[in-house]
Structure formats: structure tokens, C-alpha cells
């Protein structure tokens, strides 16, 4: 199975700051995606992550506010641009490998004061 | 639509089997996974199932799928108070997005 290491694993930030969120894959993979999990809530998918151009957006979810990058195969970042309170969640990175197994990393604690 | 639903808790006995319940709404659903959230930690792949198929056993973990009435479950045989934890069902689609759709979560509890 893909490794994942994200970090950082938690922030505390205060309000108004942005921060930026890595993604490192062990391997090649063609698919990435960002997902949000607010607390004691399931899962929501921000974007997909797509390597040499914008990445797709979700309903609700805008550029502006999530930028996102994918310079190759293997690397993404996710920002969470001028924070409000409302944006402490956990940020979960994940792979598709061989167009079935899906595999998340460990996930990057935000909470923002 | 695009819901999938379980049931929010499910306590046993250490020993007991556990049986986690969803149901999804989509017929183009093409896989179907559970996954595994303990506390403080991201999500672990537990096991997958085709559409096609009915059911996949994997050591202590039994799936079965009834495609029919859309309905999926997760058994643990055995159950171990190392399986405390939420347990997610998700579905994704045979289109270009492969995106993963959640369902709410399951928090088991195993009681000694």
C-alpha cells in the first residue's frame, strides 16, 4: 500500500493567517485528493488534486480560499487561506492506487483561535 | 442522492461478533469500502468489495454486499477492545471523479 506522511500533524494558527499542508507520496499515483473532517463529522472532499493544472473543486469550495498545488506525482500541497475559527478541522490527504485501493494519510490537526 | 447512512453507535461484548450496518442510494455505486478512524488518528483501509460481488471475507472482517436493497456490512468476528473505534463506509463511482463518498460513521465500543 502507498505511504503517506503529511505534515505538519497539528497547528494551532490564529486568525486571519494561512497555512500550508503537504502531502509526500512513497510512489507515483495518479489520483490525489484533500479531504475535510470537522469535528465529530464524517468526511467531505475539498478537491481533487491534479498534477500540471488547477485542481477540481467541490461545491462550496473555492480556490481563493483552498489553494492547492501538485507539481508531479508524488507531491501536494494544501493551503487554508485567512482562517476563521469555522476552518478547525482535520485535513486528510489521500491517494487512489491502482484505480481501487484508496489510502489516506495520517491527516493535519487545525485549530485556529 | 448522494447519501450514505449508518447507524452512529454499536456497543458489544469482547468476544462477541460485531456487525456495522450502512446503506447507500446510488446503483452506479462501483466500490464500496470500510475504513477504520481510531482516536487522534487518520483513516485505515480495512477492506473494499466490487458491486459485483456479494460478499469478501478477510481474516476477521466479513463483508457483504446486497446490491439489490443497497446494503452493506462489516462483521468483526471476534471482536477486540483494540476495534474500539469509528468505523466509515464509503462508495465511489465508475465516472472520471472517483471521488470517495462518506457515510457518518460508526463508533463501536467493545466492552471487557
Redesign the interface.
Known sequence: SAVISQKPSRDICQRGTSLTIQCQVDSQVTMMFWYRQQPGQSLTLIATANQGSEATYESGFVIDKFPISRPNLTFSTLTVSNMSPEDSSIYLCSVLQSSTEAFFGQGTRLTVV | GEDVEQSLFLSVREGDSSVINCTYTDSSST?L?W?KQEP??????LT?I?SNMDMKQDQRLTVLLNKKDKHLSLRIADTQTGDSAIY?C?E?RMDS????I????TRLLVRP
Request: hydrophobic fraction near 35%.
Open positions: 466500490y469500502y475504513y487522534g488518528a487518520g483513516l485505515q483501509l473494499y466490487f466509515f464509503a465511489t471523479s472517483y471521488k470517495l462518506f457515510g457518518s460513521g
